[in-house]
């Protein structure tokens, strides 16, 4: 629209025009009155009177979508995984979506990111669902990269996983699982998930089925069982590179309840360094 905005109001306008009601972001301390100012606190009046009226109307509309929007207070940076774990008493067990804060996103077609993500949610609905993306050999060191069946391929092997699982655990409730068959959905049922593998591994392990690298694009959509994961991995102190992941846990999660990843038809632009800063400035 023309307009220079934080990127996380451009994450949030993105979520609540794709029908999400509550959105909770993780913040570091010295980052909380820098956020609270953005959504909850309206302009001084003579700052506010003197904008355009398009921007006024503008200003309004952040006070609005702040209405939608809460913070959680991550004390030290711990990790990926530590950070989704300080949302847990927001989430109030129920399934979420996730979403990056320092990543934005743009659909190819009419159809946000996020919308195609919620609408294969409600296709699959009970699944864990995270949402994925070809990369080159280049970027397997700096992603979690997946693997696994497409649907076509899968239907067959998720009902012998199926019927294995319930032979194998009479007093279990059966786990509903199903894939979508609409040919706008690019669905995956993933057998693997590595965080940043070698590049030797992932050629051996992890090309999907058409030859290609899949990686996670940034979007999840996760039972509250993901909070048990993570704290067990907090108080046993289970590290990876340092700190507490999430990748790690989502890979538990795809062996004892099912996972699958949605291609997402658009592009993501990471700000997390200096260069892909500048490369969405040239871009977005």
């Not at 090309?207 to 991995?233: I, Q």
Request: a negative charge; glycine letters at 6%; charged letters at 25%.
């Amino acid at each position: 629209d023309g307009m220079l905005k934080p990127a996380i109001l451009i994450v949030v306008e993105e979520v609540v025009a794709a029908g999400i009601e509550d959105i909770c972001i993780v913040v570091q301390p010295s980052d909380l009155p820098d956020f609270q100012r953005l959504f909850h606190k309206s302009l001084p009046p003579a700052s506010f009177h003197a904008l355009s009226n398009k921007m006024q109307a503008y200003s309004r509309h952040v006070l609005e979508l702040g209405k939608h929007v809460q913070f959680v207070v991550q004390e030290q940076q711990d990790g990926f995984g530590h950070a989704v774990y300080c949302a847990r008493e927001f989430v109030n067990n129920e399934p979420f979506l996730l979403m990056l804060g320092d990543h934005l996103y743009r659909a190819e077609g009419h159809e946000s990111c996020t919308m195609q993500v919620i609408e294969a949610y409600n296709r699959n609905k009970g699944v864990n669902m995270v949402s994925i993306q070809a990369v080159s050999d280049q970027q397997l060191a700096s992603v979690g990269v997946v693997t696994g069946y497409w649907s076509s391929e899968a239907s067959e092997l998720l009902d012998d996983q199926q019927e294995s699982k319930n032979d194998n655990d009479d007093d279990s409730a059966p786990v509903q699982v199903q894939i979508s068959a609409s040919p706008r959905l690019k669905v995956l049922n993933l057998t693997s998930l590595v965080e940043k593998p070698n590049p030797d591994f992932a050629a051996e392990k992890l090309r999907v089925p058409d030859g290609k690298y899949y990686g996670l694009f940034g979007h999840y959509v996760l039972k509250p069982s993901v909070f048990t994961y993570l704290e067990e991995n907090i108080k046993n102190n289970v590290r990876v590179h340092g700190q507490f992941q999430l990748t790690t846990v989502l890979d538990r999660m795809r062996r004892e309840d099912k996972m699958i990843g949605l291609a997402i038809d658009g592009r993501r632009f990471d700000l997390g360094t200096p260069e892909s800063y500048v490369n969405v400035l040239q871009d977005f």
